[in-house]
């Protein structure tokens, strides 16, 4: 079956970074695009960045354009989000998510299947 599980969150001062790694496995890793998401406490789920199957095509939310970079390694099964410059305001569960083809969205039900998430808290 299907499972995607994200490591690397923490805490981390504000203007530090993350590294959050998502290890996918039960297909074929290759074939679809990646995406992550977070949510914070009382807030909606928000899209962060997706990544297409060869990654060669990224997308990211206005709020972490130029500081957070989305990348994977399909040898690994692995999709990345690097976050730098990191805000307060960036403080939430991030979870990655696998499309339901090889094209990249930044809507939550283009996604059918979830990691458990992982919590980034920033401190000011």
């Known amino acids: 079956q299907v499972q995607l599980v994200e490591s690397g969150g923490g805490l981390v001062q504000a203007g530090g970074s993350l590294r959050l790694s998502c290890a996918a496995s039960g297909y074929t890793f290759s074939v679809y695009a990646m995406g992550w998401f977070r949510q914070a406490p009382g807030k909606e789920r928000e899209f962060v960045a997706a990544?297409?199957?060869?990654?060669?095509?990224?997308l990211y939310a206005d709020s972490v354009k130029g500081r957070f970079t989305i990348s994977r390694d399909n040898a690994k099964n692995t999709v990345y989000l690097q976050m730098n410059s990191l805000k307060p305001e960036d403080t939430a569960v991030y979870s990655c998510?696998?499309?339901?083809?090889?094209?990249?969205?930044?809507?939550?039900?283009?996604?059918?299947?979830w990691g458990q998430g992982t919590q980034v808290t920033v401190s000011s």
């Open positions: 998510a696998r499309t339901n083809d090889s094209s990249i969205s930044s809507r939550y039900d283009y996604y059918n299947y």
């Open positions: 990544i297409s199957w060869s990654g060669s095509s990224t």
